[in-house]
């Protein structure tokens, strides 16, 4: 394509008056620090409780077979990521490598459907924090969710190492959660591993109904979701210690682990659910009380309610992330751009973390009930994005450059561009017109604003050590 940015050509960036050079992030986390608070964000234990329920309600005993079938898509996405991140290792994640690989245009919509996803899911799951304080406080959703994303908003103003021992802290708690939730289900088996492809769903009025293969490709869009967050390190890929080797080390550890946190416990809640009526209504912490006693469904709840805050920290040091990225590249009337680039003493993004944090306490107050589909859709046309710039990365000056190469390269993405076209195919109609429709009000703003100023708005830029 003839519209796309070099991140060479860094010097083009409209310089702002009377201002000092661009504030730079500071690289203070390897791979350990990065795994974690990359895997904080996946937030294992909270996805279980709070999104594998919706699951079960539509795909029964299904589950867990639709989230293999996600997970191993996720591999080849996880490849893209890996490549793509060492290749252009930028905060802007998807929308600077889409750019700079795909084209301007490209690039923006990527960043249009990744603010999509930052914005909707950290407080469609702080506001299930309330079902797992019940055992000590009976609070209001909306209440319990404002309130988590507002201490988030807090602890992602710190330094980001600090934050990378909280989060450790706090995830070692919610493997503890699933491992127990693990250890109960397999304990109390009601059927065996057959039924993890019986492919049966709970009917009306005690009947059991089949699950259609139709449904299960349906599901994958929720299920891509589930382990969405590996991308994480490419965002916090400024912040890395060598970032050409570090990003890729970080995207496929933190698929891996988190894989095998959320799908074995899925397994285990699959086989030693009393009935397919218990499975299918998705309280999980009805199951584990019955496998156990209160005291043990009370830890366990509590574990999920501290996996819930840990992942709203993480979510929102991200999308800061994301935004202070938009604002240094351009994306924004001038006074915005000075805004959301700013750093505060700890070295984060200040006014972009509350940019970020603020108006997502405010949506726990919103009816949220569509917006698992719109994210789903969201992530799995963000993830197709990403697969067409993975076929673009070894032309020109690309092709020679340092990078993590993927193996079996271009059939990789190739393959996933086919089947993300395919699962896109099969969304409800609903979802996929109120994406589109916003995709529609961004591309009209890059039509207005953005393109006809392309020598100054809208530039991909490389921290300088990246581009050495």
């Known amino acids: 394509m003839t519209d796309t940015l070099r991140p060479a050509a860094a010097p083009a960036v409209e310089p ?31 996805t279980l409780f709070v999104v594998v329920p919706d699951l079960f309600g539509s795909l029964g005993t299904a589950t867990a077979l639709t989230i293999a079938i996600g997970s191993l898509l996720c591999i080849g996405v996880a490849f893209c990521y890996s490549e793509l991140g060492t290749l252009i290792p930028s905060a802007g994640g998807e929308y600077a490598m889409v750019s700079t690989l795909s084209g301007r245009l490209a690039g923006w919509l990527v960043f249009v459907l990744s603010l999509l996803v930052v914005m909707i899911v950290p407080p469609v799951i702080a506001m299930g924090t309330a079902d797992y304080l019940a055992p000590l406080v009976h609070l209001d959703p909306s209440i319990a969710g404002a309130g988590v994303m507002l201490l988030a908003t807090l602890a992602g103003l710190l330094d980001l190492r600090a934050n990378a021992w909280i989060t450790g802290v706090f995830l070692v708690l919610e493997v503890i959660a699933a491992a127990v939730v693990a250890v109960l289900g397999f304990a109390h088996s009601e059927r065996g591993a057959g039924s993890l492809v019986s492919m049966q769903v709970a009917g009306e009025g ?201 193996p079996l390269w271009p059939a990789v993405p190739a393959v996933l561009i086919a089947v993300m076209a395919y699962i896109l195919s099969q969304q409800e109609v609903s979802y996929l017109l109120w994406t589109g429709g916003i995709t529609a009000v961004a591309t009209l703003y890059w039509a207005v604003y953005l393109r006809p100023r392309k020598e100054t708005r809208w530039l991909v830029t490389l921290p300088e050590d990246a581009q050495a």
Not at 275 to 297: C, P, Q, R, Y
């Open 206 to 406: 005690g009947h059991h109904d089949t699950v259609t293969a139709m449904l299960v490709v349906s599901g994958l869009a929720i299920a891509l979701f589930i382990t969405q967050g590996f991308s994480t390190a490419v965002y916090l890929s400024e912040e890395l210690e060598n970032p050409r080797k570090s990003v890729a080390r970080t995207v496929l550890a933190t698929l891996a682990i988190s894989t095998v946190i959320i799908i074995v416990p899925v397994i285990a809640i699959t086989m030693g659910a009393k009935d397919l009526s218990a499975l299918t209504s998705g309280d999980i912490s009805s199951m584990v009380e019955a496998w156990s006693n209160s005291a043990v469904g009370t830890f366990v709840s509590l574990c999920v309610a501290l996996a819930i805050i840990n992942a709203g920290i993480v979510m929102v040091i991200q999308n800061s992330r994301v935004l202070f990225a938009s604002a240094r590249d351009k994306a924004w009337p001038s006074p915005v751009n000075r805004a959301l680039s700013k750093l505060g003493r700890f070295g984060s993004p200040w006014v972009a973390t509350l940019v970020v944090g603020v108006p997502g306490a405010a949506l726990c107050f919103v009816n949220l009930d569509t917006l698992y589909g719109v994210t789903g859709v969201s992530v799995t046309g963000m993830y197709l994005l990403v697969a067409v710039a993975a076929l673009m990365s070894r032309r020109g000056s690309h092709r020679h450059q340092s990078a993590w190469r993927m």
């Open 16 to 46: 702002l008056p009377n201002s000092a050079p661009p504030q730079k992030l500071k690289r203070s986390i390897g791979v350990v620090g990065g795994t974690l608070l990359t895997l904080s964000c996946v937030t294992p234990a909270s």
